[in-house]
């Protein structure tokens, strides 16, 4: 089954949060924790342009019990490779999946979010996090500032 | 008919191309590749925009074209139909945009098969794009432009 016809692309998938800036070196929360209660699925989408030399980038996916954040953990498994200025990955992107499953529910951790670490040199970076596989659709729009369809 | 739970993001939707975050510095314009609709029926173009420099302005809009090469290159519909202009001015930055569009709003009988993003950059904006391919023929649709997918 795949994306319909008759969907728009912003009827299925909510957006949970989106930046494009320059980051200097340093640990952020690209995204407001965000409830998956109405999804099953979601996806961080990360976008990095150039790097200064030495820099680095790490990405993971977190996982708290309230939007505020509380009890935040790692999701296991949904961190990225290490981007390194070294390695020729400015330009790179990358994407992080997640289902609903794979947070730790018996725990009642049931909100979204992301760590953004760079390192060693500053980086220019846009971040997209969308929330798609919903139970109830059309999802909210509020967070798109304008929707040209 | 929502994204179903078993396909993952990058099954199902293509990405398409993209223009790289920085800071633009204006004027200019940018384009994502030109990229052929044949496989889809639908796509959207996703701008997140920075803090915009003072009196920035940016148009963000859809063309298509014959080929791949950006032959003949035309506005789909009006202009204003897939059009998105922010404003330094009015507050705009740091806002987040997306442009949708469907294969049947394309020139087709004229074979307007390739589409491509693109943005007007007046003064200095940062942004990044992406165009993502859905509505697809054929699944799993390729992945070879990311560069990492975890899944």
Known sequence: ?149 | MTQAYTHRFTEVHQLAGTLDPATYNGPTIEYTPYVNLAHHQRGVFIVQVGTMGAASTLLCSLVQSTNANGTDAKSIGAVADKLVILQQTEGDGNDTIAIEFRTDELDVNAGYCYIAGTVHVAGDVPLSALLLLGGSNQLAVPTAMWTQIVD
């Not at chain 1, 407001?32 to 990095?48: F, K, T």
């Open chain 1, 1 to 149: 089954m795949t994306q319909a016809y008759t969907n728009r692309f912003t009827e299925v998938h909510e957006l949970f949060g989106a930046d494009a800036d320059a980051y200097a070196i340093g640990v952020y929360a690209p995204l407001v924790y965000r409830s998956m209660a109405n999804h099953q699925r979601g996806v961080l989408l990360m976008h990095v342009g150039d790097m200064e030399q030495g820099a680095t980038v790490d990405l993971a996916l977190m996982q708290a019990t309230d939007a505020a954040g509380a009890g935040a953990k790692a999701i296991a498994g949904k961190a990225i490779t290490q981007l390194t200025q070294a390695g020729g990955d400015a330009g790179s992107t990358v994407v992080i999946e997640v289902r609903t499953e794979e947070m730790d529910v018996d725990g009642g951790f049931a909100f979204l979010g992301a760590t953004l670490t760079v390192a060693g040199g500053a980086c220019d970076i846009g971040i997209f996090a969308l929330a798609g596989c919903s139970n109830y659709s059309p999802v909210s729009v509020t967070a798109w500032d304008e929707i040209v369809d």
